[in-house]
């Protein structure tokens, strides 16, 4: 079967191939995405070689996997496992590469902050979506500390836990909410780069 041939495959046609252990399908696979997908992740990224770096790792990564991967969208797959490499690239780098200059700048050119997009009700209605996806004893400890405002030992006597315990569940939910903000404040600037 000559490489020509291949390419012209569906996406689904070349999956089943490569589950056969195909390389020409993953040749295929290769040549049809890999140019969107790298020009993709360094817009993202903002550094070429890097996105090279992450471009060859979502293609290992998907050659090991392939044969046990359920595949609806090709495309899709590959793009989403784009950004989520891109994202955690950015999260790995965001001091070494001054990410949060480069946030605080684009968002003075553009007239915008923080605190203008995100206002103190959608903060508080973003806290309490996260709060129903916290685990249920640490949604509660964080309710009766911060929405009933009782003191750890009120807590602990009310719950009959220790008074670690709640101080490790309410630092717990705070480092979720954290984290949680920093995604969001991540996704907002790729959105409006």
């Known amino acids: 079967m000559s490489f020509n041939k291949v390419q012209l ?3 689904q ?5 490569l589950k056969l252990d195909k390389r020409q ?3 295929a696979i290769y040549n049809k995405y ?5 020009l993709y992740i360094a817009k993202i990224i903002k550094d070429e070689e890097a996105a090279q770096d992450l471009l060859q790792e979502i293609f290992v990564s ?3 996997r392939c044969e046990e991967l359920e595949i609806e969208s ?4 590959l793009f989403t496992a784009a950004r989520y490499r891109s994202l955690t690239y950015i999260k790995q780098n965001i001091k070494k590469n001054n990410y949060e200059e480069s946030m605080s700048e684009f968002f003075s050119q553009h007239d915008h902050s923080l605190e203008q997009n995100i206002d103190a009700k959608e903060l508080a209605n973003f806290i309490d979506d996260q709060l129903q996806l916290l685990p249920e004893k640490m949604r509660e400890i964080y309710v009766l500390s ?4 009782l003191s750890h030992k009120e807590i602990s006597e009310r719950l009959s836990i220790s008074d670690k315990t709640v101080k490790k569940q309410i630092g717990n939910a705070l480092k979720i909410f954290r984290l949680r903000l920093s995604d969001l404040y991540i996704l907002i600037l790729l959105l409006y780069c």
């Open 9 to 11: 495959y569906s996406d």
């Open 13 to 17: 046609i070349l999956l089943d191939m």
């Open 25 to 27: 399908a993953f040749d």
């Open 34 to 38: 890999w140019e969107g997908i790298y």
């Open 62 to 64: 998907f050659w090991l």
């Open 74 to 77: 090709l495309k899709a797959y």
């Open 146 to 149: 911060r929405k009933e405002l």
